[in-house]
Nanobody
Framework: QVQLVETGGGLVQAGGSLRLTCTAS????????MAWFRQAPGKEREFVAA????????QYLGSVKGRFTISRDNTKSTAFLQMNSLKPEDTAVYYC???????????????????WGQGTQVTVSS
């Protein structure tokens, strides 16, 4: 059974940084693209960033480009989201996600991510 566990959320002042970690278990991590999504109160869940299975291609939501960096360590079955220059509008629950059955999906895929972690809260104060 595949399990995704996010850690690293917290409360930070605007302009600060946080690093989220997603630890996966239950299958070969390196065969699957990974992504981060977020959901703010009263809003739809939105895509934040994705990284290819090999780590050589990434995609970002426009509003986080240049501030957030997605990465992965396939030797440790872990994905990361480094968030710098945080803004109050980045406040949300952040989720990592992957595909259950699509091997090495393109980061621009429209195929929905269907395996999710439990989420970690990020709160940015002004």
């Amino acid at each position: 059974q595949v399990q995704l566990v996010e850690t690293g959320g917290g409360l930070v002042q605007a302009g600060g940084s946080l690093r989220l970690t997603c630890t996966a278990s239950g299958r070969t991590f390196s065969r699957y693209a990974m992504a981060w999504f977020r959901q703010a109160p009263g809003k739809e869940r939105e895509f934040v960033a994705a990284i290819a299975c090999t780590g050589d291609n990434t995609q970002y939501l426009g509003s986080v480009k240049g501030r957030f960096t997605i990465s992965r360590d396939n030797t440790k079955s872990t994905a990361f989201l480094q968030m710098n220059s945080l803004k109050p509008e980045d406040t949300a629950v952040y989720y990592c996600a992957t595909h259950s059955a699509i091997i090495c999906a393109n980061v621009y895929t429209n195929r929905p991510y269907d395996l999710w972690g439990q989420g970690t809260q990020v709160t940015v104060s002004s």
